[in-house]
């Protein structure tokens, strides 16, 4: 590597060092003198997006933790996981992880799990679009459920948690339920899975109802639609009732001769 690549790399190592006494160690040994101050500003403008680009990613935690906690939060994130593409849409998602393990949040433990649904909202604004075809739901008809699929909205995902999350969320960004009941669910306790899925150009987040979750993630894994339904606990999904609402909110957008696929990520 020639010596100019050198410094490069070492000016950029010193941005997301942390402490900055460390990062003006860095560039000190290559000899790469863009003063204190400058590294500063360059620092702190690194600080002020992360901030802003966690922030758009992570609005119910930042209201939950509070724009101070927030912010330290985003400053640590960055040093500890630094981007690895110029995108910065797709930073942020160590946060999960990084709030799970975080010493100082350890008495609100939910919090992980809100972050985890916050990111599948987030990459679900960004998933490749995908048209409806109503018409293949005449497929149901025609052929056995163990040789079709059904095709989920873009950005379909499913979050299961110990807490209440998608409560917490909805109240969060909804109003409802109120921050009375929330913390009656959060005392109790209360387990719940949500769905996350594009409504139009719109990401949605509910929650799922009982044997939804486990008739979403057998199809995401691959599962045909009789697999699925045949899986435990999804017994309890009226299927006839679910289908024309799954379809009506954009939750499936069609049918589909099912063919064994690589499984999708669950969360």
């Known amino acids: 590597m020639s010596a100019l690549a050198l ?14 006494a460390d990062a003006m160690k860095n ?21 002020l997006m992360a901030e802003r680009v966690l922030g758009a990613a992570y609005p119910v935690l930042a209201q939950m933790v509070g724009d101070e906690s927030f912010g330290d939060l985003a400053r640590a994130l960055w040093h500890a996981h630094p981007p690895v593409c110029g995108d910065l849409g797709r930073w942020g998602e160590a946060l999960p992880a990084f709030v799970e393990t975080s010493a100082q949040l350890r008495d609100e433990p939910y919090l992980a799990d809100v ?17 409806a075809n109503p018409a293949s739901v005449a497929l149901l008809t025609q052929h056995d459920p163990a040789d079709l699929t059904l095709l989920l909205a873009p950005g379909c995902a499913v979050v299961s948690s110990r807490w209440p999350i998608a409560s917490i969320v909805s109240a969060h960004l909804d109003g409802s339920p109120s921050l009375a009941e929330l913390g009656e669910m959060l005392r109790n306790r209360v387990a719940q899975n949500a769905v996350v899925w594009r409504k139009g150009f719109q990401p949605s987040a509910r929650l ?40 009506q909110t954009g939750l499936v957008l069609g049918v589909a001769p099912h063919t064994p696929s690589t499984p999708k990520e669950t969360t």
């Open 7 to 20: 410094q490069q790399a070492a000016l950029l190592d010193a941005l997301f060092a942390w402490p900055a």
């Open 27 to 47: 560039i000190a040994i290559l000899a790469i003198d863009p003063g204190a101050r400058g590294l500063k500003a360059y620092q702190s403008n690194g600080h």
């Open 115 to 131: 972050a985890r649904l916050e990111w599948c909202l987030h990459l679900c604004a960004t998933a490749p679009d995908a048209a």
């Open 208 to 247: 799922t109802l009982p044997g939804e979750a486990g008739l979403l993630d057998a199809l995401l894994f691959g599962d045909s639609l009789g697999q699925a339904l045949e899986r435990e606990g999804c017994a309890a999904l009226d299927f006839a009732q679910w289908f024309p609402h799954a379809i």
